[in-house]
């Protein structure tokens, strides 16, 4: 019981990291209006903060290796407070655009540490639930961070989102200083160590995997705004509420997807999560204009797109079982590379093809990363008769 209230404190904390990316996506429109940018530009936000988490944190989490993970994760949500505090603060695009990286070395900090704990003090054969959990706060975001932040964006302005951020932060830092105990850090993994396992083809394939699930996600998300206000023709006072659906389908989706890996597998959960986000995105573009249509769609979309995540973390934590932290970090980069390509494509789609393109697009990246998973199911199969072969 003990280990599982801490479970929820790291998930509490990953919302706050979650919403601190996805709140962007959100108010897209109003800080583009606010700076005097484009709304393509204003997307390279997410971008930006996707590519330094995604390349620093490995570097940071092998320098950091030795150290106690209560301490790690407190020292990454200090940082990621006081980026969040910056953001408030200085005023311009350039100077939002230097705080969001600082944002982005201690959110990735945080998030793998958090991942690492959860693994490390959940019961026995209870991992997939424990790191769902703690995705689950991630994707929570979406429900809370990216509706509320529209609604203080309103009332506020955009920056009042980051001062807010910041304080639950501090709050966030006294209850993991009260909550968790001192747990060993691990055994040094050199950088060179940790990406020599992208030449076994089943590591490589599974990273794919993500890169091309959650990218296809990203093209499309980004957008989600303004999206559904010029494509779609939604009113403004339709955007929160729809907005708000779409995170609770987004909590719903993680917390079946550790249900399913648990009791029916992988290959099963991500598979069918991965077709149903396809179809999906395609339908999304079919009823713009329909009101009821659109409510089902968004919120299908968003289980099925998040019933892979928690799926995905476990394939990755399990293909390689004595190097579980170090996949689990690689993992965790490849899903913000995947965030910034998707931003950066999206981006690219809406000013040379169109807004509506980028649902087809994202589907057609999520089709791609089933043909990956495929060969990496058979990857992994043929990597265990191996062992079971040479241990015969």
């Given at each position: 019981m003990q280990n599982t209230w801490k479970i929820y404190v790291l998930a509490i904390v990953s919302f706050l990291v979650g919403t601190s990316e996805y709140v962007i996506s959100g108010i897209l429109d109003k800080i583009a209006e606010d700076l005097g940018i484009t709304i393509a530009a204003t997307g390279q936000l997410i971008t930006i903060f996707s590519l330094v988490y995604g390349l620093g944190t490995p570097i940071v989490m092998g320098l950091t290796s030795r150290m106690d993970r209560k301490k790690l994760i407190l020292y990454g949500l200090g940082l990621f407070v006081a980026a969040n505090a910056l953001a408030f603060l200085l005023p311009g695009y350039g100077l939002f655009v230097l705080a969001r990286v600082i944002m982005a070395l201690g959110a990735g900090t945080v998030v793998v540490t958090a991942l690492n704990i959860a693994a490390k003090i959940a019961p026995a054969g209870k991992q997939g639930s424990a790191i769902a959990t703690v995705i689950m706060g991630f994707t929570a975001s979406l429900i809370v961070g990216v509706p509320l932040g529209r609604i203080v964006t309103g009332m506020w302005g955009w920056k009042a989102v980051f001062g807010g951020i910041a304080v639950m932060g501090v709050l966030a830092m006294i209850v993991l200083f009260r909550t968790l105990k001192p747990i060993e850090g691990d055994k040094p993994v050199p950088l060179m160590q940790q990406l020599s396992l992208l030449k076994k083809r089943h590591v490589a394939l599974g990273l794919s995997i993500t890169f091309l699930w959650l990218g296809g996600y990203s093209i499309a998300y980004t957008y989600l705004s303004p999206y559904l206000l010029e494509v779609s023709g939604?009113?403004?006072?339709?955007?929160?509420?729809?907005?708000?659906?779409?995170?609770?389908?987004?909590?719903?989706?993680?917390?079946?997807?550790?249900?399913?890996?648990?009791?029916?597998?992988?290959?099963?959960t991500l598979t069918g999560g991965m077709l149903l986000h396809i179809l999906m995105l395609v339908l999304l573009s079919v009823v713009a204009g329909t009101i009821t249509g659109i409510f089902l769609l968004l919120i299908l979309w968003s289980f099925s797109a998040w019933s892979t995540g928690p799926t995905q973390q476990y394939h990755m934590a399990t293909m390689e079982p004595e190097s579980s932290g170090v996949l689990l970090g690689l993992n965790q980069s490849m899903m913000q590379l995947a965030m910034a390509a998707g931003a950066g494509i999206g981006g690219l789609a809406i000013k040379y093809i169109s807004l509506a393109s980028v649902t087809w697009i994202g589907a057609l990246s999520v089709l791609f990363a089933i043909i990956v998973g495929l060969g990496s199911f058979r990857a992994i199969s043929k990597s265990k008769a191996n062992m079971n072969t040479a241990k015969g």
């Open positions: 939604m009113g403004e006072k339709l955007l929160s509420p729809l907005l708000l659906a779409f995170g609770l389908a987004s909590l719903a989706g993680s917390k079946f997807g550790g249900y399913s890996t648990d009791r029916w597998g992988v290959k099963v």
